[in-house]
């Protein structure tokens, strides 16, 4: 079982160490041929459950642009062995030839009026609007989702999996792409459905006695993760975000921060640096939400811990990537099954 339970969901906040002081950011998450990114102004056709061939796994690249990957259509197949591409050394946000300039810190977005009454009140109030956006405008979509967090005090490697979410009822399906252990591996929860259990498919000796109904928030489920799969997808994310924001602002330590022109995955976002200072009632030392300027969702997000030593590279607490994404495909409860191999 204990393989089983390495199917390793979640998502939340977000890459790695950085001096972001008034740099342009650029992330190029790489995946292979995936449904392409469509505006939520138009939904485009339905396409079917899972790529061809599920995307080789690959660690995001900093530095690049990134290149949109052709649209396809495609049928679900045994997937091919692919070699799994072992990621490489901590890396680091590369200084751009021109740097944008932040937005200045605490600055009141209208122009008009006083002040907000903590620095975190703005984008408190962007989230909600936003949630509310996603709310009406997104009823479901499919994404290659990378993720990488410490659990136990340990930095797990980056894992990628296609994913699917319908927002009603909460519904979420996953296609591990990697790394090789889990490579095939997939994950279905449907709100309301199998007694609030998750199905889970692992791969190998353990897939012949498959699938397994799991509690999501139980010790087999939850090992090696920090959220369960309930937590899944950008709406959550939103949701956590603000009830994080809510919590932080009872305290006036906290420095906030704005850089227009970053680059994830060839998509332009504008990132939020949230910065506090080492003092208990705070959960992390640096955090940055990365908003897709387009869509005006969040895409990424990445934090950090506190330097172990003064002027050291604060560790890497989360971060997460959500990238060739298609929105309102018409998903129904077909679409969150477990797919033979």
């Known amino acids: 079982m204990d393989a089983l339970v390495r199917?390793?969901?979640?998502?939340?906040?977000l890459l790695l160490a950085a001096s972001c002081s008034q740099s342009l950011l650029v992330v190029e998450v790489a995946v292979a041929q995936v449904p392409g990114s469509q505006p939520i102004t138009q939904p485009v056709p339905r396409q079917p459950a899972v790529p061809t061939q599920p995307p080789r796994f690959q660690s995001p690249a900093i530095g690049r642009q990134g290149q949109q990957q052709p649209v396809q259509q495609q049928q679900y197949q045994q997937p091919q062995q692919q070699k799994y591409q072992q990621p490489g050394q901590q890396q680091q946000f590369q200084q751009p030839v021109s740097a944008s300039q932040?937005?200045?810190?605490?600055?009141?977005?209208?122009?008009?009026?006083?002040a907000p009454a903590h620095p975190l009140d703005p984008e408190i109030n962007f989230a909600r609007q936003r949630l509310a956006a996603m709310e009406q405008n997104i009823q479901d979509y499919s994404c290659v989702f990378t993720k990488r967090e410490m659990v136990d005090g340990k930095l797990l490697p980056y894992e990628q999996m296609f994913m699917k979410v319908r927002h009603k009822p909460?519904?979420?399906?996953?296609?591990?792409?990697?790394?090789?252990?889990?490579?095939?591996?997939?994950?279905?929860?449907?709100?309301?459905?199998?007694?609030?259990?998750?199905?889970?498919q692992p791969v190998g000796l353990k897939g012949k006695f498959g699938p397994y109904y799991l509690d999501p928030n139980g010790s087999f489920a939850m090992a090696g993760q920090r959220y369960p799969i309930t937590n899944a997808g950008f709406l959550n994310l939103t949701k956590q975000l603000i009830k994080e924001g809510m919590r932080d602002r009872q305290f006036p330590q906290c420095e906030v921060k704005q850089y227009k022109g970053a680059k994830v995955a060839g998509r332009t976002c504008t990132v939020t640096e949230i910065t506090h200072p080492q003092l208990p009632?705070?959960?992390y030392h640096k955090a940055r939400i990365f908003v897709d300027d387009e869509w005006n969702i969040p895409i990424r997000l990445e934090s950090y811990l506190w330097p172990q030593q003064p002027g050291g590279q604060p560790p890497v607490l989360e971060e997460y990537t959500y990238s060739n994404l298609k929105f309102n495909n018409g998903f129904t409860d077909a679409d969150f099954v477990i797919r033979e191999q």
Request: contains cysteine; neutral net charge; glycine residues 12%.
């Open 170 to 200: 909460f519904s979420v399906y996953m296609y591990f792409l990697g790394p090789e252990d889990v490579k095939g591996q997939q994950v279905v929860y449907i709100e309301g459905q199998n007694n609030g259990k998750m199905v889970a």
């Open 281 to 283: 009632q705070f959960q």
């Open 7 to 13: 199917c390793r969901l979640v998502p939340h906040f």
């Open 102 to 114: 932040p937005i200045a810190p605490n600055a009141n977005a209208s122009g008009i009026g006083p």
